[in-house]
């Protein structure tokens, strides 16, 4: 039985193709009447090809002793590391190399499905005992399919966020992302625009305490921001500013006098007090640090109550209890809600 086939553009064309006997490469003298067809194409070296070894029929009656079911085990074992390689396949190669069959998701499950048809075509005539081994092997490559569908969420990829220069180039080139596929922002502009008509729009930055879009004094950029502070008591050029982003926030410490610069300093670390285990924020640049959807549950959760959210600030040589008034959680959560991220739980 021919279990070998290259990647067809569906299941069943790839099924007929494994049934048609063996033919020879060509016409000859002795036989004037023989099929005409060309020799069937090398299988490509690629995810989805299939081993033609194990699936060779034998002459006489079918045994299936522990020889095979080793073989089939080990093929399990090859199967589920094949699946791990294609999941990995750069956005740009599609399993076959001659032919381009979609998006990298698209393509490296159509791999996996055909290797699927070509395991249950080679042991469709295997006694029972290797019909419940292939039954727990196709199970476990499905639930490898099913989980590669869903979306991943932003708490597992933000470090890549610097690299593509923002939310805006990252959401573009990964959209099934949580955050992008139900996020509002510059990657889906008619969306943001209505929500933009409808918010209160500043230059720099906008009152304290209240959630607006921000435009740069030269109107290069636009985004939403929700800005606060918390002041040293009795000394208002001290203190940390606080400027909220829907998945960032910038944190700098502030020390100024009369007739001095203003000095800003920013945290080594931060970590969001909550009644169990602090939130961790990652460090993404200077004084920015990215809020994980955590953090974004606390500040909805917290708003609804009326409450602030305190954060411990490392500053190298000392830590410092600081709050994020409830005005400004309060605003944060509005902010949230209107580009849609209170939809991630």
């Known amino acids: 039985m021919n279990s070998g086939a290259g990647c067809s553009s569906s299941m069943g064309n790839w099924s007929r193709s494994s049934a048609q006997p063996a033919t020879s490469s060509g016409p000859t003298s002795?036989?004037?009447?023989?099929?005409?067809?060309?020799?069937?194409?090398?299988?490509?070296?690629?995810?989805?090809?299939?081993?033609r070894s194990e699936g060779t029929s034998r002459a006489g009656p079918s045994t299936y002793g522990w020889r095979e079911e080793k073989a089939l085990r080990k093929e399990f074992v090859t199967t589920r590391s094949t699946m791990t390689v294609?999941?990995?396949?750069?956005?740009?190669?599609?399993?076959?190399?001659?032919?381009?069959?979609?998006?990298?998701?698209?393509?490296?499950?159509?791999?996996?499905?055909?290797?699927?048809?070509?395991?249950?075509?080679?042991?469709?005539?295997?006694?029972?005992?290797?019909?419940?081994?292939?039954?727990?092997?196709?199970?476990?490559?499905?639930?490898?399919?099913?989980?590669?569908?869903?979306?991943?969420?932003?708490?597992?990829?933000?470090?890549?966020?610097?690299?593509?220069?923002?939310?805006?180039?990252?959401?573009?080139?990964n959209p099934n992302v949580d955050e992008c596929r139900a996020g509002i922002g510059d990657w889906k502009p008619k969306e943001l625009e209505r929500i933009k008509s409808q918010s209160i729009q500043c230059t720099d930055t906008c009152p304290l305490d209240t959630y607006g879009f921000v435009?740069?004094?030269d109107g290069s950029r636009v985004f939403p921001q929700v800005a606060t502070k918390d002041f040293d008591a009795g000394a208002p050029s001290r203190g940390v500013e606080f400027r909220l982003f829907p998945v960032a926030i910038e944190i700098l410490k502030y020390d100024g006098c009369s007739g001095c610069p203003l000095i800003k300093t920013s945290p080594q670390g931060v970590r969001a007090r909550t009644t169990t285990s602090p939130i961790s924020l990652p460090l993404l640049g200077y004084?920015?640090?990215?809020?994980?959807?955590?953090?974004?549950?606390?500040?909805?959760?917290?708003?609804?109550?009326?409450?602030?959210?305190?954060?411990?600030?490392?500053?190298?040589?000392?830590?410092?209890?600081?709050?994020?008034?409830?005005a400004a959680v309060r605003e944060y959560a509005k902010m949230l809600t209107a580009l849609n991220y209170h939809l991630l739980k």
């Open 30 to 51: 002795s036989s004037p009447g023989a099929d005409h067809r060309p020799p069937a194409a090398a299988p490509s070296s690629s995810c989805c090809n299939v081993s």
């Open 86 to 173: 294609c999941r990995g396949t750069s956005k740009h190669q599609s399993c076959d190399s001659g032919a381009n069959q979609g998006s990298e998701q698209q393509s490296w499950k159509d791999c996996a499905l055909q290797k699927i048809t070509a395991i249950i075509n080679r042991e469709a005539r295997k006694p029972p005992m290797g019909k419940s081994f292939l039954r727990a092997l196709v199970l476990f490559l499905f639930a490898q399919l099913s989980g590669a569908t869903h979306a991943s969420s932003l708490d597992d990829r933000f470090t890549e966020l610097k690299s593509f220069g923002g939310m805006t180039g990252f959401c573009i080139s």
């Open 215 to 217: 435009y740069s004094s």
């Open 287 to 326: 004084g920015v640090f990215y809020l994980p959807r955590e953090f974004r549950r606390l500040a909805i959760a917290r708003a609804s109550s009326g409450l602030g959210i305190e954060v411990m600030i490392d500053l190298g040589q000392s830590q410092e209890r600081r709050s994020i008034s409830p």
